[in-house]
């Protein structure tokens, strides 16, 4: 079982950019895939965009879609963690945004949050006009 920690969040301006963390601790911690999913309130969780253990990647189209924004997913072993760097945002990019683990996750799945079992707390992001 892993344990997951965000970090990172806060306020940007419009057109600003965040990078925020997920510390994956626990029982081979570098062996399931992990995502990072985005919730605004009043809507549904989104999967935003996901690495496996061999660091395949994955991506949301409403972000692929975006030519002014761009959100880029890595995995550091050597510390843990996988990160999110956010550019160009926007204000409908506000939200809170968890990352979450599991294993056995295949490609199609990988930004689906049912197929994931573990979850962090959440980190907030907001993006100002």
């Known amino acids: 079982q892993v344990h997951l920690v965000e970090s990172g969040g806060g306020s940007v301006q419009a057109g600003g950019s965040l990078k925020i963390s997920c510390v994956v601790s626990g029982d081979n911690p570098l062996t399931p895939a992990v995502a990072w999913f985005r919730q605004s309130p009043g809507q549904e969780r989104e999967g935003v965009a996901a690495i496996d253990y061999v660091k395949i990647t994955k991506y949301a189209d409403s972000v692929l879609d975006r030519f002014t924004i761009s959100f880029t997913i890595s995995k550091d072993n050597t510390e843990k963690t996988v990160y999110l760097q956010m550019s160009g945002l926007r204000p409908e990019d506000t939200g809170m945004y968890y990352c979450?683990?599991?294993?056995?996750?295949?490609?199609?799945?990988?930004?689906?949050?049912?197929?994931?079992?573990?979850w962090g707390q959440g980190t907030q992001v907001t993006v100002t006009s």
């Open positions: 979450a683990a599991g294993e056995g996750i295949s490609w199609w799945e990988l930004l689906r949050s049912d197929a994931y079992v573990t």
